[in-house]
């Protein structure tokens, strides 16, 4: 029962991240798989059945049955059913969750790397603008009133304080790779 | 807020000096009332009137910090929560929040981890069987949930049903002959290379800090280092989702140690909800203590052997209070993961072995043969791999991490395609090693030859001679253990996130399942020698190369981390295999021996090591018999130390200072005449104070007159008014004598986590000794012992070294003869890294 909760409450969980309502497990992610090996004259077989728990052995599942009567009982004791479940919508809705992160973050990075040089370059003078004015902002971020001006305005316009964010974070990142890949002090 | 005004508490009896006791009792006495009855707290009475400085008592980017401060503040902070609880109901339930949210957060974290592992799980199986081909009815299915519910599966092909095409049956519309192999061929090294490519790219662009396995600088965090942004949002995010790239590429490396990476990420970003916890980094640090076991139990299913491997790798400090949060942490996120049931088997880990056949006394042999191999292969792989690291480190090659990924995965996807076992999954590959030959199994290694006995029972096959089948699986085995021991080598230490843990599990279980064949084809064909004679009858069942393959994967695995109790725990949580603790024991400890022979650290240790992280090791001994007064600075040839006067300096005196050096502290003494030790003030406390002071108070100006001291002296009346920063000054800064022992120190350093201790001299101050200061002794005390040792050349210096001038020479009064120095001075230079950093 609490593990029955617990698997709706991660589905419910991973369903909330993609904003998708997940329902209740679907009727064929069940099954009962018995692996019979060679018996007698008898190749080895694989059985698959979607039956409930209580079903799953050999007489259920094995049909139709290789063997005559006496020998069904040698036959099923060497046979192996195991009872498996799994959700069909998890594995669905995980695959989707990550391939639309990956999409996104593969979009963003063909935008960083390729679009945006690209605009910069064809609105040069304005974007120099826009640089050099984050370039002081950035060396002394509590400096003077004329930042603390620049702030309030910025908090009237949303666009331009996405626009520092992300500023402040590409600083950071550039920061990263230097210490990563050109001076190497860390993770090498 | 208020807690970052006084974060201070006395703890030692160091500069008591300066602290006029007969003021502080007067002044005292309205505060303790509520303060808990500290002596320190006088000078919050002083400090009401200035606004607590915002920024004070944190640390920057490759900083150490100071754990015993750190404990302080938050010992502060707790009883002031607590003497406010009585006043209303809500400072009560601000103090039952305060109370629970350390098994919030770790709540959480284990919520989030597991969540994230079963993503990682489920994703990465199915991009890894995308390299082969695509489940046409649904395609977020991988190969075996594709063939879930089919019925033409046969008992030689497994895993063979018509929703699963391979790309050859895509493409060219053929399954089978020389064309579709070929174009299969291509395909796979189409994706491995895609996916590589991707995965670099992304760590390039948005996070370089989530490459590597992040398991040396997690120990390096917790050990009491600030690397910013090594645990946050996006290194979070581009980990997660480069790690299933990763993986799926096919290179030869493993989830696992990323995934405690990626659980520590979500213990830090859940400590931020938590004022308790994200203030204070010592406390933070326990929280990702907790995070780790959380990882590792979700990464192998292993719930107790993730506390043990947090308690044994990983963690620093480790209370108990923190080993149950890491045993809830651990639990919650086994629990999730289990939940969410990513292998479709209801069982945490994907190698779980079912069979329980025993094992005989003469079996301990081969088992501790098995040991010595996964020696042998750690001292190897560390020796080699760090080699490699150092040439990339060095070397113009580390330019081109793309390239280099691209290259590895193109060798990697080439070779591996041809070799079924190397083609295959490496978890996948554990799990057939480490399987027993049932008579359910119809895989190659379990291809004996039969005599049809039909009267046995299933479970007990007695051995019997192997087949063409195993002699072409073994020589298969064989080319992917090289396969593996050279690639593996390569792989850990690119630029995308790698574990070694499956890689070095892959080559322990291949080469333990070789040994594991051979023994019982000697036990069959020689059943009458006399080890053999006792316990292998014709036709009994007594070698289980299966459970060879397991010993052997431990046995690598441990020769690698070093690890003992945590690994053989996680190894029979891994498999459930409860009756095989003790050959898992043997080869463990034999692998452990072996390995230190010939060189006494795990890969982690070797890694902080190469990156000069200032990981202070408890595990170490020192033996030497140096004291404080040969390693502290100044060193006796040097300028003198530079350091604050508590009442006569100027702001301006103290901004040159600040220019001039690099120090990042500054000890307080009381005049340059008597030289007594007052307190210790940072570097960076001091800078923000003083730009705060210089912003908001009225008269501060270059010539103000800068006071540590509790009262300020009288002033002439024309002086411009004096800037108080008492509260920045940490007023029991730990001290020890010239001639206490280096072993002593040492040992405070690790057992307290001191940033920097001072060393006096009948209350004078002398010098100064540094976390850095004492590493780089032991370093300079380990190259005097084993000249071998590879050099630290490569390092280039970013600041100038500790004891550079400071141009701020002051006649000594008091000095004391310091032993000649007798260890040659140009070696330090070299050995100056990350950690000038922390100089001081």
């Not at chain 2, 329980?356 to 996964?374: A, D, K, N, R, S």
């Not at chain 2, 007159?705 to 000054?729: D, W």
């Amino acid at each position: 029962m609490a593990a029955r909760g617990a698997r709706l409450c991660s589905l419910l969980l991973l369903a909330a991240l993609a904003g998708l309502g997940a329902e209740a497990k679907n009727s064929e992610d069940v099954r009962c798989k018995c692996i019979c090996p060679p018996y007698k004259d008898h190749s080895g077989h694989i059985y698959n059945k979607n039956v409930s728990q209580k079903d799953c052995d050999c007489l259920h599942v094995v049909e139709p049955m290789p063997v005559p009567g006496p020998d069904v009982e040698a036959y099923c004791l060497r046979c192996e059913c195991k009872y498996e479940e799994r959700s069909s919508v998890t594995i669905k809705v995980t695959i989707i969750i990550y391939l639309s992160i990956l999409g996104l973050l593969l979009l963003y990075m063909v935008y960083l790397t390729l679009v945006e040089p690209i605009l910069k370059r064809r609105l040069f003078g304005h974007s120099q603008l826009i640089q050099s004015d984050e370039d002081i902002g950035d060396q002394q971020p509590f400096a003077n009133a004329h930042d603390v001006l620049a702030r309030s305005r910025s908090r009237a316009n949303v666009l331009n304080k996405v626009e520092y964010a992300q500023q402040r974070w590409k600083l950071q990142v550039q920061e990263q790779r230097k210490s990563v890949f050109d001076r190497h002090v860390v993770l090498s | 807020m208020d807690d970052s005004s006084d974060p201070y508490l006395p703890y030692d009896g160091g500069g008591g000096d300066g602290i006029p006791l007969r003021e502080l009792h007067k002044r005292g006495t309205h505060y303790t009332m509520t303060n808990g009855g500290n002596i320190n707290s006088s000078t919050h009475l002083l400090d009401l009137l200035d606004e607590p400085i915002p920024g004070v008592g944190t640390y920057d980017d490759f900083h150490t910090i100071d754990w015993v401060r750190e404990k302080c503040k938050d010992r502060e902070r707790h009883r002031r929560i607590n003497s406010k609880k009585k006043e209303s109901a809500w400072e009560m339930t601000k103090s039952l929040y305060d109370a629970w949210s350390g098994w919030l957060v770790v709540t959480l974290t284990g919520l989030a981890s597991g969540a994230l592992a079963g993503l990682i799980d489920i994703a990465a199986d199915w991009m890894t069987d995308l390299k082969e081909g695509i489940c046409l009815s649904a395609l977020w299915f991988n190969h075996e949930q594709c063939c879930w519910g089919s019925n033409e599966t046969t008992f030689e092909e497994r895993d063979k049903c018509p929703q699963w095409k391979t790309w050859a049956e895509l493409i060219i519309g053929q399954a089978e002959g020389p064309g579709s192999y070929i174009m299969n061929y291509i395909m796979y090294i189409f994706w491995a290379l895609s996916f590589a490519f991707l995965a670099v790219s992304l760590v390039k662009v948005f996070a370089p800090y989530a490459c590597g396995s992040g398991i040396p600088e997690i120990k390096t965090i917790l050990s009491g280092f600030i690397i910013r942004g090594y645990l946050g949002k996006w290194t979070l995010m581009i980990k997660t989702i480069t790690l299933v790239l990763a993986v799926a590429s096919g290179l030869s490396l493993g989830k696992e140690g990323p995934l405690v990476h990626v659980a520590c990420c979500c213990g830090n970003i859940f400590s931020y909800l938590f004022p308790k916890y994200s203030t204070n980094e010592a406390k933070k640090r326990e929280v990702l203590s907790a995070a780790s076991a959380a990882g590792v139990s979700v990464a192998f299913g292993a719930p107790i052997g993730g506390v043990l491997f947090s308690l044994e790798e990983v963690s620093y400090y480790f209370p108990l209070k923190t080993l149950w949060r890491s045993f809830f942490a651990a639990l919650v996120a086994a629990f999730v993961l289990r939940s969410i049931n990513p292998f479709g088997n209801s069982r945490l880990v994907l190698f779980y072995v079912e069979y329980h056949t025993p094992w005989y006394l003469f079996e301990l042999l081969p088992f501790i043969l098995l040991g010595v191999f996964g020696g042998l292969w750690g001292a190897f792989f560390i020796r080699a791999n760090i080699a490699w690291c150092r040439r990339r480190k060095s070397t113009k090659f580390g330019k081109y991490p793309v390239l280099e990924v691209i290259i590895v995965a193109a060798i990697t996807a080439v070779i591996a395609f041809p070799n079924p076992y190397t083609r295959l999954n490496t978890s996948e590959l554990i799990k057939e090693l480490f399987t027993d030959c049932g008579p359910l199994e119809s895989s190659s290694l379990c291809d004996y030859r039969n005599d049809m006995n039909a009267s046995k029972i299933v479970d007990d096959i007695p051995d019997r001679p192997a087949g063409t089948g195993v002699y072409s699986a073994i020589w298969q085995l064989c080319l992917a253990l090289i396969f593996k021991i050279i690639m593996t080598v390569f792989t850990f230490g690119i630029k995308v996130p790698s574990g070694l843990f499956i890689p070095s599990m892959a080559i322990g279980a291949i080469a333990g399942r070789i040994v594991g064949i051979a023994v019982e084809q000697l036990a069959y064909y020689h059943h009458d020698w006399f080890i053999f004679k006792e316990w292998c009858e014709v036709g009994a069942d007594c070698i289980t190369p299966g459970l060879y393959a397991m010993v052997g994967a431990a046995a690598c695995l441990g020769g690698v981390t070093r690890m003992t109790v945590s690994l053989v725990v996680i190894v029979f949580e891994l498999t459930g295999g409860l009756e095989y603790i003790v050959p898992l024991m043997a080869a463990v400890m034999t692998s452990k021996w072996v390995g230190d022979a010939f060189g006494r650290e795990g890969i982690y240790e070797a890694h902080i090591r190469l990156n000069g992280y200032p990981f202070l090791d408890a595990k170490e001994e020192f033996t030497h018999t140096t004291l404080a007064a040969d390693v502290m600075r100044p060193r006796r040839s040097d300028p003198p130390l530079a350091v604050l006067t508590q009442d006569n300096m100027t702001v301006e005196d103290i901004e040159t200072l600040i220019n001039e050096t690099s120090y990042n502290g500054f000890p307080v003494i009381m005049s340059k005449e008597s030289q007594r030790l007052v307190g210790f003030a940072l570097r960076r406390d001091l800078t923000i104070a003083i730009e705060s002071a210089r912003k908001k108070q009225e008269g501060i100006v270059g010539s103000s007159r800068v006071c540590f001291a509790q009262h300020t002296p009288s002033l002439p009346a024309e002086s411009p008014r004096p800037l108080k920063l008492r509260s920045i000054l940490d007023m029991s800064p730990f001290t020890v004598t010239d001639h206490t022992p280096m072993e002593i120190v040492v040992d405070i350093f690790r057992k307290l986590g001191l940033r920097q201790c001072l060393v006096t001299h009948n209350g004078i101050v002398l010098g100064i000794i540094t976390k850095k200061n004492i590493l780089e002794h032991l370093e300079q005390l380990k190259q005097h012992v084993e000249p071998l040792a590879p050099p630290w050349h490569y390092n280039k210096k970013r600041y100038p070294p500790s004891y550079g001038p400071d141009g701020k020479p002051r006649p000594r009064l008091h000095n004391v003869q310091l032993k000649p120095i007798a260890e040659e001075r140009e070696e330090t230079e070299e050995e100056v890294h990350l950690l000038n950093s922390t100089t001081l």
